[in-house]
Each structure stands twice: as C-alpha cells, then as structure tokens.
C-alpha cells in the first residue's frame, strides 16, 4: 500500500499564487506517475497535471501556463506550483498516485484551495 499525505491548500485571492505538496510512503516503488486532480461539489474528478518519474509531464489545457508540476524523487514528493490562480480553480485538490500501467491506485485525502475574487 502507498499512503498520500497532501498540504498546502488555504485561501488566496485571485490572481495570487499557492503550492500544494503530496509526500508518498509505503510500497513507493510500485508507483511511476504522481499527480494531481481537482473535484468541485457534485461533479466529476478532473486531471490538474500528472508527472512521471522521468518527469514527463502532462497539464489540463485549463491550468497550462499557470500551474507547474514537479517532483523530487529521492523524497517521493511532488509539487504543485499554482500561480496566477482564478476564482474557478477553487476545488478540493487531490494528490494521485500511479502505477506503471497508468492507473490511478491511490488518493490522498484532500486539501482545498479557495481562490476569492
């Protein structure tokens, strides 16, 4: 088992800019992409960015150019870099992880980000 433990989250104004962070434990060799995902009140979990070990990288083309996402391997820890941020991207923002088959085995348990305008 891996365990997710996300941080970071809190209110900012528009505009303004947050990083969230996701520290992996456990069985972390089982895991190739980390990501994060995004889910508003009664709708769908939504891709934020993803990154693989080799730190191939993937955005939603609604974050692209204002949020980065990175990751340190030696502390199993990934990064997101919110910059820019707008009252839309107000969310509950889950840290992911994935296995090498590119399925999404793990969640973390949640951290909110509120953009107010």
């Known amino acids: 088992q891996v365990q997710l433990v996300e941080s970071g989250g809190g209110l900012v104004q528009a505009g303004g800019s947050l990083r969230l962070s996701c520290a992996a434990s456990?069985?972390?060799?089982?895991?190739?992409?980390m990501g994060w995902y995004r889910q508003a009140p009664g709708k769908q979990r939504e891709l934020v960015a993803t990154?693989?070990?080799?730190?191939?990288?993937n955005y939603a083309d609604s974050v692209k150019g204002r949020f980065t996402i990175s990751r340190d391997n030696a502390k199993n820890t990934v990064y997101l870099q919110m910059d820019s941020l707008k009252p839309g991207d107000t969310d509950v923002y889950y840290c992911a992880g994935l296995s090498w088959l590119g399925e999404l085995d793990y969640w973390g348990q949640g951290t909110r980000v509120t953009v107010s305008s």
């Open positions: 990154i693989t070990r080799a730190r191939s990288t």
């Open positions: 456990g069985r972390v060799s089982s895991i190739n992409a």
